[in-house]
Structures are given as structure tokens and as C-alpha cells.
């Protein structure tokens, strides 16, 4: 007489294969979704304020995370002349003492990415883009 329990283990251990299969797809599709940005910090319009008196940077120096496709805004106010750059978006101000300067860009790339002062090699914020 055939026995019955051969093949009902065989479909067992067939169900429980693709069930792992299944939970491995699922999570390989999250860590996708996660590494390409989708899955990071939402998209929201930020401003940045940022003071230099005396050679401090007010608030001290930081990382700042947006989500991809914000509009950031940033205003450097400096004691003295110099120029402001953000390094990755090739954004430039040209920083006169006393008076606050603007740039406003969409942080459309990832990465992180340095603000700083040129002539008094100042590093005022790290971007972060996700």
C-alpha cells in the first residue's frame, strides 16, 4: 500500500520554498525603493538661515536633510565680504558685510553636498539630499 505522507511532505516543502521566495522578492524591492530615493525623506521646500560674525558660523555647523526635488532657500548674512558657493548645484552669492545674500535651488541630486565661504574657507552647512 502507497504511502500518502511522501507527497503531502514534498507539497509542503514546495509551499515553504516559495513562501521564502516570496518574502525574499518583497524585501529586495523595499532596499530598491529605499537606495533610489523614493522610499527617503519626503520633498518639502526648506529655508536656511545662516549668520558668519567674527569667523563663527551661527548655528554652528550642521547637516541639513531634504528630500529630493525640494526648493531650498538660503540666506547668509556675513560680517565681511565673500563669496558663498554650494558645491554640487553651482550655486553662487556674492556676500557683502552687513547685508544678506539669497540663493534658492531645487536639490534635484542626492548626495551631500558642502556650503561654504571662499575667501575665509568657512564651511557653513553639509546638505544632505535623499
Given at each position: 500500500m502507497p504511502s500518502t505522507a511522501a507527497p503531502a511532505r514534498s507539497r509542503d516543502a514546495v509551499y515553504r520554498l516559495v513562501a521564502v521566495a516570496i518574502l525574499i522578492a518583497a524585501g529586495a524591492v523595499v532596499a530598491l525603493l529605499l537606495r533610489d530615493?523614493?522610499?527617503?525623506?519626503?520633498?518639502?521646500?526648506?529655508?536656511?538661515?545662516?549668520?558668519?560674525?567674527?569667523?563663527k558660523v551661527d548655528p554652528p555647523v550642521?547637516?541639513?536633510?531634504?528630500?529630493?526635488?525640494?526648493?531650498i532657500r538660503l540666506t547668509?548674512?556675513?560680517?565681511?565680504?565673500?563669496?558663498l558657493h554650494v558645491h554640487?548645484?553651482?550655486?553662487?552669492?556674492?556676500?557683502?558685510?552687513?547685508?544678506p545674500a539669497t540663493v534658492e535651488f531645487r536639490a534635484?541630486?542626492?548626495?551631500?553636498?558642502?556650503?561654504?565661504?571662499?575667501?575665509?574657507?568657512?564651511?557653513?552647512?553639509?546638505?544632505?539630499?535623499?
Open positions: 530615493g523614493s522610499g527617503g525623506t519626503a520633498a518639502q521646500d526648506r529655508s536656511i538661515s545662516v549668520s558668519i560674525t567674527g569667523g550642521g547637516r541639513v536633510e531634504v528630500g529630493k526635488g525640494s526648493t547668509v548674512t556675513s560680517d565681511v565680504p565673500d563669496e554640487g548645484y553651482d550655486q553662487r552669492a556674492t556676500l557683502e558685510a552687513g547685508r534635484d541630486r542626492t548626495g551631500m553636498f558642502e556650503v561654504e565661504t571662499h575667501a575665509n574657507h568657512l564651511l557653513l552647512v553639509q546638505l544632505v539630499v535623499r
